[in-house]
């Protein structure tokens, strides 16, 4: 037998028609997500052909991109930002109906950003494949999914068929060794793996994440390192399943209970790539030498150690970020003024995240000046916190804490930052005017945003962590 | 709506987008993506860098050229990376665009380009620099011969994935190719433990 990676056990196990020179693989899909913003089109799309969704057993749906984060008001009306965006909201709910799917919306217990609920339900089960049109798909990877973003007219091909035309990708492992600095998180990892492999140094591959320092992250740290492969340009990563794979997913909704669990669970941990298993591309990072990141420029490849300063320029491209985002080469990063603070998103608005998040914010204040806003990921991320009292202390410390959605990560539900308006954001993409038209964004962890909330300035969370953690 | 108009060649001149890294957020930002359909998204296609907050026009290239005839988007290194959403394709098309010509081009947005009949065209760094030192030049684009003609002569060969190249040339329709295979989807799903 050849060894296999991770990647190639999972690819196989879907093909239903193997590929050719002139013609694509017919790859199976098991889990098909859903949300507002990419599927109405593809809805239409099957309604013009007169076709059903083939698998509703496969098909989940959720409310995330363009619905408000604050409370609908006495009447139970919700304030959208435009009229536009309740219809598209309204459109998913009829096309959920329509055609018999599994809609978490605002009756649901567990609605919430949809790479958030996924794994949370356990719909998202080792070894499958994943799709959903949104970019950060590859969340999914984390539990040793292949997963990732697709179009409308594939999200329609997906309802139709439950498969997809694909090309197999190449394959590059990441690993990542030793061990950890304190204060130093998955979304530094990510960052580190990004800026190292440039924003399309990923483009045609599946990326594997391994080593010690992969091994060592939690769930919600893999998840957030796998989020991230895409600004990468890869449209996957993964990462083996463990037993602290099969201890987070057991007894949740979706997953087989008792001894099913166990069987299915054996059959998890035999998806680690093999000893021998050759990949396209390999990389290694000293993990020990990564430090609290922070992005400087206008792609989330465009980041460094925030004890490092904001780089010189070398190129034009460069140049052009540091302009719009009005930084100078050379500088400490500690002389960049914040306006807001934005914790939440698929990448980070896990319960993790906003422990973090918190430790920090615990008997601090949010610095003057600064609009901090804690949006949870899911609606059972708001409970759970709201059990722990993580919203007391976000209020305290003077955040606002709101109803779970994708919020200011992509600003088009209302919530974005103002013009010129200087944001630390645990979200994804720092592009210009992601979070509202000219707004500049710094993309960091929740520990680094709530350190720079607290300190008004972009800031290394470390200087606010507890002396016996250093 | 299901079958794309077939692509053999057409010429055109260039429009160039000299900015390096051109993500969706840019080609359309997020907060027109609440439609639910597919038309008109021209006119904010690079909304926010061709109009003000309060609507008015910025002196812009795309504000000032007639897009019939520029059918050809030249953008710089790497294009098209960020979101999945396929209104970007689908805004550029409206706008006029027929072509993108890159020296990358992101994944999902290549694959979104493919299924709607806009063509992407990957060139080397010397073509690129050759379309980038003359902006006004006039293409051609043929898609039966995977050719690009500049207007020096230059005459290169560009790679369009098999499948998706018939798809265009033959306006065969990629959901029906896929649900002719439901016999051997649904074979599958007995086989491997995925059926209903």
């Known amino acids: 037998m050849t060894a296999k990676s991770l990647f190639e056990k999972v690819w196989d196990a879907h093909v239903v028609e193997p590929e050719g020179a002139d013609k694509p693989a017919v790859l199976y899909i098991d889990l098909h997500l859903v949300h507002e913003v990419t599927s109405p089109q593809a809805f239409s799309e099957l309604d013009a052909r007169g076709l059903k969704v083939r698998r509703p057993d496969r098909t989940f749906a959720t409310l995330d991109h363009s619905i408000p984060t604050l409370r609908p008001d006495a009447d139970g009306n919700r304030p959208y930002v435009t009229a536009q965006a309740k219809k598209q909201v309204e459109t998913l709910e009829a096309n959920a109906a329509t055609h018999g799917l599994r809609l978490f919306g605002y009756d649901a217990e567990n609605r919430g950003v949809v790479h958030v609920i996924g794994p949370e339900m356990g719909l998202t089960q080792p070894g499958y494949t994943v799709v959903c049109g949104d970019s950060h798909t590859s969340t999914h990877g984390a539990f040793g999914c292949i997963a990732f973003g697709i179009g409308t007219s594939e999200v329609g091909h997906v309802l139709a068929t439950q498969c997809l035309a694909q090309r197999k990708p190449k394959t590059m492992r990441i690993t990542v060794d030793g061990k950890l600095q304190p204060g130093v998180t998955g979304k530094d990892v990510a960052l580190t793996v990004i800026a190292t492999l440039g924003f399309s140094g990923g483009t045609g591959y599946a990326l594997e994440y391994a080593g010690d320092v992969i091994r060592d992250l939690d769930m919600e740290g893999r998840m957030t390192v796998c989020n991230l492969s895409i600004e990468a340009g890869a449209r996957c990563g993964m990462i083996a399943p463990d037993q602290k794979t099969i201890d987070w997913l057991r007894g949740r909704q979706y997953v087989p209970q008792g001894e099913a669990y166990d069987e299915a669970a054996k059959g998890w941990l035999a998806l680690a790539s093999d000893e021998g298993a050759v990949f396209d591309k390999e990389i290694r990072i000293d993990g020990s030498t990564i430090e609290p990141m922070a992005t400087w420029g206008t792609s989330p490849d465009q980041g460094a150690a925030i004890v490092r300063g904001v780089p010189v320029a070398d190129n034009e491209d460069q140049e052009r970020a540091l302009k719009y985002m009005g930084f100078t080469g050379g500088e400490a990063r500690e002389v960049e003024k914040v306006d807001v603070v934005f914790i939440g998103s698929c990448t980070n608005g896990r319960m993790a995240d906003l422990r973090a998040a918190a430790a920090i914010m615990k008997g601090r204040k949010v610095a003057p000046g600064v609009r901090a806003l804690v949006v949870p990921g899911s609606e059972w991320v708001r409970l759970e916190a709201e059990k722990e009292g993580l919203h007391e202390i976000f209020l305290d410390a003077g955040a606002e804490w709101r109803l779970p959605g994708c919020s200011m990560c992509i600003a088009m539900n209302g919530d974005f930052v103002s013009p010129g308006q200087l944001a630390v954001s645990t979200s994804n993409r720092n592009f210009e005017g992601r979070q509202g038209p000219g707004s500049r964004t710094v993309l960091a962890s929740p520990a680094t945003a709530a350190a720079s909330a607290v300190a008004g300035h972009v800031a290394d969370p470390r200087q606010f962590m507890a002396l016996e953690e250093a | ?196």
């Not at chain 2, 290194?77 to 959403?85: E, I, Y």
């Not at chain 2, 080397?124 to 980038?132: A, G, Q, Y």
């Open chain 2, 1 to 196: 709506m299901s079958n794309q108009e077939p692509i053999h060649s057409f010429s055109s001149r260039i429009l160039v987008l000299p900015e390096a890294n051109i993500d969706t957020d840019q080609i359309i930002p997020a907060r027109f993506l609440t439609t639910t359909t597919k038309v008109g998204l021209g006119k904010v296609a690079f909304n926010d860098w061709r109009y003000t907050a309060d609507g008015s026009n910025k002196p812009h290239i795309l504000n000032e050229i007639d897009p019939t005839e520029h059918r050809v988007l030249v953008g710089g290194n790497n294009f098209g990376c960020g979101s999945s959403r396929e209104h970007a394709p689908w805004a550029l098309m409206d706008y006029g665009f027929q072509a993108v010509i890159s020296t990358e081009i992101a994944d999902i947005f290549k694959s979104n380009c493919l299924k709607n009949g806009l063509l992407p065209v990957v060139v080397s760094k010397d073509v690129h620099d050759k379309l980038l030192a003359n902006p006004q030049q006039r293409v051609t684009i043929d898609l039966q011969n995977n050719a690009l003609t500049l207007e020096d002569g230059t005459v290169i060969t560009f790679e369009v994935e098999a499948f998706a190249r018939q798809c265009l040339l033959e306006g065969v329709d990629a959901m029906g190719w896929l649900l002719k295979r439901l016999p051997d989807i649904e074979k599958f799903e007995q086989s491997h433990g995925k059926a209903a």
